[in-house]
């Protein structure tokens, strides 16, 4: 059982910056893809950054691509998503998941465990 917990969330303007952080405990995080979501008022949930195991194969939503960062620390068990040039259209509760098969996957379904959430408001 993989428990995931996500923090760094906060209200920021636009064109600000946060870092959100997922710790994961209860499994073996270097072996874990590692993915994280989004989900708006009214909004499907959607993808946006995965990260395979080892940290070589990186996808991003198009809609976050040049502004934010996938990252890991296997000695940690943690992983980041820096988030810089934020938008209004960024608000949301963002969610770590993590896929058993170490893969960085866009869908959801490909993800076993996932977070409780944090929620980033970004004002304009």
């Known amino acids: 059982q993989v428990q995931l917990v996500e923090s760094g969330g906060g209200l920021v303007q636009a064109g600000g910056s946060l870092r959100l952080s997922c710790a994961a405990s209860?499994?073996?995080?270097?072996?874990?893809?590692m993915g994280w979501f989004r989900q708006a008022p009214g909004k499907d949930r959607e993808f946006v950054a995965g990260l395979n195991w080892i940290g070589n194969v990186i996808q991003y939503a198009d809609s976050v691509k040049g502004r934010f960062t996938i990252s890991r620390d296997n000695a940690k068990n943690t992983m980041y998503l820096q988030m810089n040039s934020l938008e209004p259209e960024d608000t949301a509760i963002y969610y770590c998941?993590?896929?058993?098969?170490?893969?960085?996957?866009?869908?959801?379904?490909?993800?076993?465990?996932w977070g409780q959430g944090t929620q980033v408001t970004v004002s304009s």
């Open positions: 209860g499994g073996t995080f270097s072996s874990l893809g």
């Open positions: 998941a993590a896929d058993l098969r170490g893969l960085a996957l866009g869908a959801a379904v490909s993800y076993a465990y």
